[in-house]
Nanobody, 123 residues
Framework: VQLQASGGGLVQPGGSLRLSCTAS????????IGWFRQAPGKQREGVSC????????WTADSVKGRFTISRDNAKNTVYLQMNNLKPEDTAVYYC?????????????????WGQGTLVTVSS
């Protein structure tokens, strides 16, 4: 099971980025995919998640209305569309998955993590 997060970069406040989480070695649509981020000096926090069963999702209040999670099963990829980015969104973003499908998006300890992609929001 391997995940690769990509799409990070430097963007000005108010700009947009789309992160991708691509899976290899397994079929991504069978499992929930979560996006997390860790800013310098802060704990990792959950950003958004999309479940495997009905495609339902949750998004953290801090990014609600600005970030949207979606999946493209044909490409074995989950996306995180990030709009109206703010400096406080600066962080390394990770995607994760877990084979314990009964948890849906509420996995207590995600088993598989991508390597992270850096998002920097600065003018």
């Amino acid at each position: 099971v391997q995940l690769q997060a990509s799409g990070g970069g430097l963007v000005q406040p108010g700009g947009s980025l789309r992160l991708s989480c691509t899976a290899s070695g397994f079929t991504l649509d069978y499992y929930a995919i979560g996006w997390f981020r860790q800013a310098p000096g802060k704990q990792r926090e959950g950003v958004s998640c999309i479940s495997s069963s009905d495609g339902s999702s949750w998004t953290a209040d801090s990014v609600k209305g600005r970030f949207t999670i979606s999946r493209d099963n044909a490409k074995n990829t989950v996306y995180l569309q990030m709009n109206n980015l703010k400096p406080e969104d600066t962080a390394v973003y990770y995607c994760a998955t877990d084979t314990r499908t009964a948890y849906g998006c509420y996995v207590p300890d995600w088993a598989y993590w991508g390597q992270g992609t850096l998002v920097t929001v600065s003018s």
